[in-house]
């Protein structure tokens, strides 16, 4: 049985997703929970990490939820309602109607201070008198006050990407409980949902997904160009040292302009792969033109590039 196995999943030409650059966006660790979190002015992933260690180190801050144990869960639910008319065989494209949508985050807590009370039992008060802090719950619910207008999930990914779930209006449905144990740490598990702000808010959910990448700017490396042996031909040449997993690819643009590609962009099929050696077919129409040549990670995002007149074989 162990042989069978190995050949099933060691087999040659196996289909498979795996890629090198599939390992850079995995999402790693658990991740914090903020409240009310203005990440409006935040515009790349450096400035956002940058932001939250300030807010874990200040200690006390109310935006921070705290620690938590075994992650948590971000889950959308929908509604979908295919109507039923005469003459229709199967569904089809279009046929298809969003009644509902649920978002919210979901897990547990481990810091059982009064700010997390208050949130977890949603229509909660907290009153402080000296060194003395008191929790009650009221029974109705305060739309100005019992709601968290904004309660934001960061994480993680493994290529420096950070990504940020943001519930608006967020309330926790969840029946409130504190488990203790002997020889263990007290827990609160949560479940917040997601609310619009009004009961005529149908064109989008409450929510937001946000990806930020990282604050760089794209490499420059020297290309050269020279005539290649063969008419349509052209040599291309760069002093750049690829790492593992990167290679190049290039893109021919006319006498002037350059193609252009961002940083951490990710080429799409109008650009070719370049094995960095040997010459290149661009035909005789094209000497004279302008060309990128771009470094690709492991990720398949752009990080260096440069651009070449390009000298071509013409006769």
Same mark, same amino acid.
């Given at each position: 049985?162990?042989?069978?196995?190995?050949?099933?999943?060691?087999?040659?030409?196996?289909? @498979?997703?795996?890629?090198?650059?599939?390992?850079?966006?995995?999402?790693?660790?658990?991740?914090?929970?903020?409240?009310?979190?203005?990440?409006?002015?935040?515009?790349?992933?450096?400035?956002?990490?940058?932001?939250?260690?300030?807010?874990?180190?200040?200690?006390?801050?109310?935006?921070?939820?705290?620690?938590?144990?075994?992650?948590?869960?971000?889950?959308?639910?929908?509604?979908?309602?295919?109507?039923?008319?005469?003459?229709?065989?199967?569904?089809?494209?279009?046929?298809?109607?969003?009644? @509902?949508?649920?978002?919210?985050? %979901?897990?547990?807590?481990?810091?059982?201070?009064?700010?997390?009370?208050?949130?977890?039992?949603?229509?909660?008060?907290?009153?402080?008198?000296?060194?003395?802090?008191?929790?009650?719950?009221?029974?109705?619910?305060?739309?100005?006050?019992?709601?968290?207008?904004?309660?934001?999930?960061?994480?993680?990914?493994?290529?420096?990407?950070?990504?940020?779930?943001?519930?608006?209006?967020?309330?926790?449905?969840?029946?409130?409980?504190?488990?203790?144990?002997?020889?263990?740490?007290?827990?609160? $598990?949560?479940?917040?949902?997601?609310?619009?702000?009004?009961?005529?808010?149908?064109?989008?959910?409450?929510?937001?997904?946000?990806?930020?990448?990282?604050?760089?700017?794209?490499?420059?490396?020297?290309? $050269?160009?020279?005539?290649?042996?063969?008419?349509?031909?052209?040599?291309?040449?760069?002093?750049? %040292?690829?790492?593992?997993?990167?290679?190049?690819?290039?893109?021919?643009?006319?006498?002037?302009?350059?193609?252009?590609?961002?940083?951490?962009?990710?080429?799409?099929? $109008?650009?070719?792969?370049?094995?960095?050696?040997?010459?290149?077919?661009?035909?005789?129409?094209?000497?004279?033109?302008?060309?990128?040549?771009?470094?690709?990670?492991?990720?398949?995002?752009?990080?260096?590039?440069?651009?070449?007149?390009?000298?071509?074989?013409?006769?």
């Amino acid at each position: 049985m162990l042989k069978l196995e190995l050949q099933r999943f060691g087999a040659p030409g196996l289909t @498979s997703p795996i890629r090198t650059e599939a390992f850079q966006n995995l999402q790693l660790n658990a991740g914090i929970f903020l409240e009310d979190y203005d990440y409006s002015a935040i515009t790349d992933a450096t400035a956002l990490k940058a932001a939250l260690a300030a807010i874990v180190s200040a200690g006390g801050n109310t935006k921070l939820l705290g620690v938590t144990r075994g992650g948590g869960t971000f889950t959308v639910t929908r509604e979908i309602r295919t109507p039923e008319v005469d003459g229709m065989r199967y569904p089809f494209k279009g046929a298809d109607f969003v009644d @509902s949508i649920e978002a919210y985050l %979901s897990g547990t807590l481990l810091e059982v201070v009064p700010d997390n009370f208050k949130r977890l039992l949603g229509t909660g008060d907290s009153t402080a008198d000296g060194k003395k802090t008191t929790i009650t719950m009221h029974t109705a619910v305060d739309p100005d006050n019992d709601y968290i207008s904004s309660l934001c999930w960061i994480g993680d990914l493994a290529d420096g990407r950070v990504v940020l779930i943001d519930l608006k209006n967020a309330f926790n449905t969840a029946d409130f409980s504190l488990t203790f144990t002997d020889k263990g740490e007290g827990t609160m $598990t949560f479940e917040f949902h997601a609310r619009q702000d009004e009961v005529l808010d149908y064109d989008e959910a409450p929510f937001k997904v946000v990806f930020f990448e990282p604050d760089s700017n794209m490499g420059d490396m020297t290309v $050269t160009s020279t005539a290649g042996t063969n008419v349509g031909y052209t040599a291309l040449a760069t002093t750049n %040292s690829l790492s593992a997993g990167e290679h190049y690819v290039y893109k021919v643009g006319n006498a002037s302009a350059a193609p252009s590609i961002g940083y951490r962009e990710q080429p799409d099929y $109008t650009w070719t792969e370049w094995d960095g050696t040997n010459q290149i077919n661009v035909g005789v129409s094209a000497n004279g033109y302008k060309a990128t040549v771009a470094v690709v990670n492991s990720g398949g995002r752009a990080i260096k590039s440069g651009t070449v007149t390009l000298a071509v074989k013409t006769a």
